[in-house]
């Protein structure tokens, strides 16, 4: 029974040093520079992005035919994207992913080669889920040559706000701003097409 207390003591040591050391690789972006550096040399305020407010009087929320929650992140080269900046412009699909996860590189590649073929009336806008480093992130992006931007979530604040627990999830907004479809899990070409068209007529 000994042994066994240490060896629980000895796994959950590692992995808060595990942790600790993949909390020390986050980076964010340094609003005073506007350049990316590692989380923990920033102060708080300067690392929390001040999300926007909603609007009280239309019905935000995540659900199918509710206005989509507002969010402004920063993309791998420290741009600032705000989904409210396409509203009356432009269909957005909002993606939830991770680099290593096999389902959205299987994915990602087939949802952009279907919406390009709307010839820029759609945006696609892919949230990096999993607290990974710009630099995972921007290879990520390289590697599948993406021209959509990809977002850092570092404190997860709007993987929160969409009630993330899994990738890849989807949500397909229309130009309006609501949430005509969504999607947790990989999905073939043809229901991809058919959302895709749900959201731009």
Known sequence: ML??????????????????????????HDEATGTFVECAKL????KDLQQPEV???????IRIGDSAPDF??????????????YKGKQAVIV?????????CNNEMPRLNKIVDSYG???????IDDDKENVATIKSFGDKYN???????????????MYQITGHPYTFYINKEGVIIDKKYG?????????KVEKINF
Request: charged share 20%.
């Open 120 to 126: 820029g009336k759609i945006q696609i806008i892919a």
């Open 146 to 160: 993406f021209l959509f931007p990809l977002l850092v979530d570092p404190d997860h604040k709007v993987t929160e």
């Open 95 to 103: 993606d939830f992913f991770a680099t290593w996860c096999p389902y």
């Open 43 to 46: 102060v708080k305020t300067n």
């Open 3 to 28: 042994i066994i207390m240490l060896l629980f003591i000895i796994f959950i040591v590692s992995c808060n040093v595990k942790n600790s050391d993949q909390n020390k690789n986050l980076l964010c």
């Open 55 to 61: 609007v009280p009087s239309e019905k935000i929320g």
């Open 72 to 85: 402004i992140l920063y993309d791998t080269n420290g741009n600032q994207i705000r989904l409210s900046d």
């Open 186 to 194: 990989s999905s073939e070409d043809q229901e991809l097409k058919s």
